[in-house]
């Protein structure tokens, strides 16, 4: 044999030889990138997963600010309601004052010492007046129609002047805070 073919021989072997090394290499290169992949598969699970479950946190987090804005809207709301209620139980109050200064002054006198001192009611009946309009108290009106939500009747009575259901005359002043009755008027009623 040739000293060339022998060295040919000689190679062909050892690249045989070589060749398992390859077939390895390459068999854990393919397992590491099935690992790998596997690896990205599983990531890609748990990455869902704890987008569901921040998704879950989220809208849970959601409800529970909407339900304290809803809560907070509610307390104010019901405050609100309670300083009006307390403002009109002491309006009420004050009514009865107001009616009595009214009579005084509706029956009051004109000359001497008296007359003066009846100003001096009405400068005191004005300035009550002006503090509870100030409050936001405002007059029914006593004239029109019957209301049943503003007007109390009293009597009912035949007036050729005014038809069924209008109001004759005002017995008692009615008066609301904002949209609230406080005491409705006190009228007599048309048949």
């Known amino acids: 044999m040739s000293r060339k073919k022998k060295a040919e ?7 045989i030889n070589e060749m398992p090394e390859v077939n390895q290499e390459s068999q854990a290169q393919a397992e590491a990138l099935h ?5 990205i598969l599983l990531l890609k699970q748990q990455l869902a997963d704890l987008q569901v479950r921040a998704d879950e946190y989220k ?4 409800r529970a600010l909407a ?16 300083n ?13 004052i107001v009616d009595d200064l009214e009579r005084a002054l509706a029956n009051r006198p004109t000359d001497g010492e008296a007359g003066r001192w009846a100003d001096g009611v009405d400068l005191t009946y004005r300035k009550f007046a002006n503090l509870l309009e100030s409050e936001g108290l ?6 029109g129609e019957f209301d049943s939500a503003l007007h109390e ?8 002047q005014h038809t069924s ?11 609301r805070l904002g949209d609230r009755v406080v005491r409705p008027a006190r009228v007599r009623v048309a048949r």
């Not at 690992?35 to 690896?39: D, F, I, L, R, V």
């Not at 809803?70 to 709301?77: D, Q, W």
Request: proline share 3%; net charge negative.
């Open 9 to 15: 021989d000689m190679e062909a072997i050892s690249n």
């Open 35 to 39: 690992a790998a992949e596997q690896e």
């Open 59 to 62: 809208d849970g987090w959601q």
């Open 67 to 82: 339900d304290f804005a809803n809560l907070r809207r509610r307390v104010e709301r019901d405050q609100q309601a309670a």
């Open 84 to 96: 009006q209620n307390a403002t009109i139980n002491a309006v009420r109050r004050y009514l009865e």
């Open 138 to 143: 405002t007059i029914i009106p006593g004239e």
């Open 153 to 160: 009747a009293i009597s009912h009575e035949d007036s050729p």
């Open 165 to 175: 259901g209008q109001i004759i005359g005002i017995v008692q002043q009615g008066y």
